[in-house]
């Protein structure tokens, strides 16, 4: 099994991706691409909001609610919460960049993705 990832591994996982930029968000450690939010430390210290579409954010809530969950803070918007002592690293980078290539500008996108096949 993976060694559970810390705060350190998040934050390499995230800015890892074109543009992203760190900052805070509700006093917490957040990232950012383009100036829209895109993931943020939880008051929690433990879990990590992750902005996610709402029928991407069930399937994975049903598939493994012990890593992926909810409040009722955030039961009406598009985000989540991921235990980050739960989650598998490349899961982890699986949700970020998705989330990412939703709100990032699109030349960033066409450019990671020309890299990414050069």
Known sequence: MA?????????????ALPGVVEGTSY??????????FLSRLHQDGNSL???IGMDEREMLMAADPETYYIT??????PS???RIDKVAAESLHRLL?????AIAPKRL???????ATS
């Open 3 to 15: 060694p559970a990832l810390d705060w350190e591994a998040v934050r390499r996982i995230a800015l």
């Open 27 to 36: 006093g917490t450690p957040a990232f950012r691409v383009g100036g829209k």
């Open 49 to 51: 909001v992750v902005r």
């Open 72 to 77: 009722d803070h955030y039961r009406d918007y």
């Open 80 to 82: 989540m919460l991921v």
């Open 97 to 101: 960049e998705q989330s990412w290539r």
């Open 109 to 115: 996108v066409k450019e990671h993705d020309r890299l």
